[in-house]
């Protein structure tokens, strides 16, 4: 089960509210969902002045039951438009009424409507009412009632539940508290031990102070519980504070992202240790706040919050110290200003803009990234502010350490002088460093050394592959280590598996998320064959002069039997949220079975004496069609092709790649075609994946 929380902005219009059921449909796809909302925006506030009887409220509610009738006008027709709006009419003769708790109707307004869209959409929907489940100050009886709401509904695929709204232990209607749909959101998690809460909101995610107050502001991609606890309670309105212990009771991870920017990964709030040092800044009532981690060096803080102030001619009182915070009252006046100068002096000017990276696996490609990263560090640092630093290396049989950096040249003294790397022990020391903004790139090609990513993205480490033998594994491994980069919020860049350094991946996963129907994608991508394909000698001397040029694996026979392109179609299958598995892909290999037995000497000795002839116009095709009939509604196939002129494949030279992909977006196909080998290619696709 996963829980997902939309604040008032994200469901504010019918445009939003259709963008918010985007995401929930496409989560609902993946597993069974609990969506919490919040009332629309601004609904709370007027409810609450209604309530009060506070001078014009009836204007209050007119306007107020306009913009819910505008929505329902909007995203309902027919039938479903009288029936939404009978509710919403009935709903808001009960708050003209101004009973007890009259803001409570606001979260029931938006959840009913958004309940029946969904029900009109075809999803098996459940409305939850909060009033009966969610107890105040009573988390055990609140978990034993939604657990078993939950447990009696098993055909439902989303329960529509109202957040901020319970009632108390007298049994009458009641609130958590202001923002408190967060917490409503938490409680329902922790009850049915969710895998997923995620909090959608208006700001991708949690960010080192207040965007409205500084456009400068910037996303913290991981915090911990704590860390997240000590921002919310001192300000940080985009979580409420009383969310997170329940999440950390129950081990649930909050990831705080953008209804509308959903792509991008936000912040989690974990099982994390955070960086030592500055967290972010808050502000409440008539203090401001720096939130910090782990002992910090409290004269020189206290001398550096001096300066910024006295530059800026605050009055401020005196600083208080405390663990984890630092708490400085300034005039409200003044705090805009006060809170520029700090978050300059803490998260704009600190040097914090140095990536690690330990590369395993030192052949064409690894040796390729040492030599780049030294070439390009001027421009790298000019261009992305960010300074690449070499701080670990391994190849097959040691592994060389270095915190501070290892020069290009240093490299092959220092792997001679390295440590035994038997196993996982490169990956062990790299954990062991506990390194920030740190990137592990694999340019192996082991069938084994995928087993490490988890570990290595849960210790905060980001991965960068070019290793497709660990992308094309079973796919619960693969989705295993999908979740654990989301989990702790790093990245897992794969870019160059397929195609080197073309755009394949990205541009696939660019109509995954945009919702862009996938209607083909037909890859050419094993060089090997195009190469082949394209020459104008015999099969045999093509393939050996191929082989000289370590354009093959190692035997040939992996190339034209198809596994190659196999790993490459299940890594592009899976982008496009095909899960794939080896089995699914129907490969006709380029030669009979005959020729895949025996040793590679016995395999050449075949070759001369059958000479198989291939034409010019024919290409080692994998595509992935379509096909509602299919399990996975899509099928997947690797054959040779004969292709015309007419066929965007017809024109590859030599082991250039390309990729056709239609979608409802690109009817007429999009191609992407160029260089789908070579070391310095694929270093250049890996460098942008650790970059971007
Ligand atoms: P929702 O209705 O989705 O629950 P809220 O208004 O409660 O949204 O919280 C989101 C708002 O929190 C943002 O629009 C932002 O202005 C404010 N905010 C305050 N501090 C922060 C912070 N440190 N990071 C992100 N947003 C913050
Ligand atoms: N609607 C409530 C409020 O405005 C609860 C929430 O949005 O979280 O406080
Ligand atoms: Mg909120």
Redesign the pocket.
Known sequence: MQVLKF????IATATNISRVLDIVGAAARKDRVILVC?AISGCTDSLLLVGAGAVHYTDRISELEDRHREIITRLFTGAQRDEALKECEDIFKQIKQRPPCTEAFGEILSTKIIARKLACDGIEVQWLDSRKLVIKDDVKATYANIASAVEQRRAVRVFVAPGFIARDKEGSVTTLGR?G??YSAALYAAAVGASSLQLW???PG??T????DLPQ?RTIPRLSYDAAWR?AEHG???LYPPTVKPAQEAGIAIEIKNTFDPSNPGTVVGDFKDAKGWI?L?RKDDFIYLVTAGDIDTASARTRINGVLDRRCITWDDISFQDGLIGIKVPFDQQKEALKGLHREFFELEPNRTRRIFIAGYGAVGKALVKMIGDTSMTVTHNSGKTLRIAGVSNSTHYAIRPGGLMPWEVDDALASGQDASGDAFCKAIIGLEPHQAVFVDCTDSEAIYKQYEALLEAGISVVSSNRRSLAVPYADYARMKTAALQSGCFLRYETTVGAALPFLESIAMSANSSDEIISIEAVVSCTLNYIFSSKDSFIDTLRKAQKEGLTEKDPRTDLGGRDAMRKLIILAREAGVHLEEKDVEIEPVLDSSFFEGSVEDFYAKLEKAEPRFGRNQRFVASLVKDPSSPLGYKASIRVQTVDESHPAYWLHGTDNAIIVRSTFHPSPLVIQGAGEGARVAASSILNDILK
Do not use: E, F, Q
């Open positions: 604040g008032g902005t994200s919040s923002g749909s967060d909101t208006d700001v949690i960010m102070t207040n965007p409205k502001a921002l940080a309105k985009v972010g808050a």
